[in-house]
């Protein structure tokens, strides 16, 4: 373990094993990014609203490829009342070990990926009119660039804000 990973990281295989003999799925990811693909049996706990976790022989964390969980190893250390441990690679890893991942493709697309398509689209969009039409259309993909910047600056992204409230994501929230 390194300073920044105090978590320890074990593969599907030994995860697997470990849920086998009573150990606690955990995945932190978002619901949305939940309700769309899951291991089995894995509880949704995402990581703004973790609490404490402890009532299980050990607690593997997840996400989708092992970078969040990686990131906030310590949080995920200090939440944890037993031993902890880290899924190397994540749903990823996971599921390119050939274990079984429930995927929901009626749920929508994560709330991030809707902002990128829509954020690539319009900056897409903007360089095309820009080129074909008028280059005043080229202020747009600026525009969205800005928010891509600020986004990344502040942490606050008003373009997610608008997905959110679509009624297709509204259904998956319920």
Not at 45 to 66: E, K, N, Q, T
Not at 137 to 163: D, E, H, K, N, Q
């Amino acid at each position: 373990m390194t300073p920044s990973t105090p978590l320890p990281t074990i593969t599907p295989a030994e995860a697997r094993r470990l849920i086998s003999g009573g150990a606690k799925l955990v995945d932190i990811r978002a619901r949305d990014e939940h309700a769309r693909a899951s291991i089995p049996g894995a509880e949704n706990r995402p990581l703004d609203a973790l609490g404490r976790v402890g009532d299980a022989p050990a607690v593997v964390y997840h996400c989708r490829s092992g970078m969040r969980t990686s990131a906030n190893s310590a949080q995920l250390a200090a939440a944890s009342d037993c031993p902890a441990y880290l899924l190397e690679g994540g749903l990823d890893a996971w599921r390119a070990a050939g274990l079984p991942v429930a995927e929901n493709r009626k749920a929508p697309l994560e709330i991030m990926r809707q902002v990128q398509i829509t954020a690539g689209a319009l900056v897409v969009l903007g360089v095309v009119l820009g080129l074909l039409i008028q280059p005043a259309f080229l202020g747009l993909s600026a525009f969205v660039g800005a928010g891509l910047v600020f986004a990344g600056i502040t942490g606050w992204c008003g373009m997610a804000r608008l997905p959110a409230v679509m009624p297709w994501n509204k259904r998956a929230a319920a």
